[in-house]
T-cell receptor, first 116, second 115 residues
Framework: DSGVTQTPKHLITATGQRVTLRCSPR?????VYWYQQSLDQGLQFLIQ???????AKGNILERFSAQQFPDLHSELNLSSLELGDSALYFC???????????????FGPGTRLTVL | AQTVTQSQPEMSVQEAETVTLSCTYD???????LFWYKQPPSRQMILVIR??????QNATENRFSVNFQKAAKSFSLKISDSQLGDTAMYFC????????????FGKGTKLSVIP
């Protein structure tokens, strides 16, 4: 158990809908990262938050957004869902910022999103 | 931008034997970190081993060791005395040493350990 929790474990929805994925980082970790794992694209970095502020963006679609709340949990919002958004979405956390020495990213168990 | 290439989509090994998974990467950075992650059927991403680019000594964690060739930009994972529990997807990943926060992953190698 990495200490990172994600809910829900599984999510099945229809095209055009909107969903919210939730992540609680390890106790004390200030950085949260979101990754998408799909058959087509493999594992891709989406976005990172540090202590409530967005710090880095990767291959995140405009239909997707995220935020980190004062209690440090994070939510990833996916809207206008398409079939191709079906994937495993991972949250990871670390205790600081990359570039300030090495900060291991601890991964949650993932949320499996299926868009029908 | 960095790229990570794993050229072996699938591999198999007999239990108790040794297997080596390959990874190459491309970067203009001089300082960076390399990782091998394991993803068993449970889907959990588990860090197996990491290597700091400034260290010449290859990292070792119990039955897992790496062969890091910085000039060749190669980072292979050797698993000794393979066990059934080693059956999983293995991902090679790259992290810049400064200024970036994102892991770049290879496509993965599916390893099957055969009893």
């Amino acid at each position: 158990d990495s200490g990172v929790t994600q809910t829900p474990k599984h999510l099945i929805t229809a095209t055009g809908q909107r969903v919210t994925l939730r992540c609680s980082p390890r106790s004390g970790d200030l950085s949260v990262y979101w990754y998408q794992q799909s058959l087509d694209q493999g594992l891709q970095f989406l976005i990172q938050y540090y202590n409530g502020e967005e710090r880095a963006k990767g291959n995140i679609l405009e239909r997707f957004s995220a935020q980190q709340f004062p209690d440090l949990h994070s939510e990833l919002n996916l809207s206008s869902l398409e079939l191709g958004d079906s994937a495993l979405y991972f949250c990871a956390s670390s205790d600081g910022l990359a570039g300030e020495g090495y900060n291991e990213q601890f991964f949650g168990p993932g949320t499996r999103l299926t868009v029908l | 931008a960095q790229t990570v290439t794993q050229s072996q989509p699938e591999m198999s090994v007999q239990e108790a034997e040794t297997v080596t998974l390959s990874c190459t990467y491309d970067t203009s950075e001089n300082n960076y970190y390399l990782f091998w992650y394991k993803q068993p059927p449970s889907r959990q991403m588990i860090l197996v081993i990491r290597q700091e680019a400034y260290k010449q000594q290859n990292a070792t964690e119990n039955r897992f060791s790496v062969n890091f060739q910085k000039a060749a930009k190669s980072f292979s994972l050797k698993i000794s005395d393979s066990q059934l529990g080693d059956t999983a997807m293995y991902f090679c990943a790259f992290l810049p040493g400064a200024g970036s926060y994102q892991l770049t992953f290879g496509k993965g190698t599916k390893l099957s350990v055969i009893p």
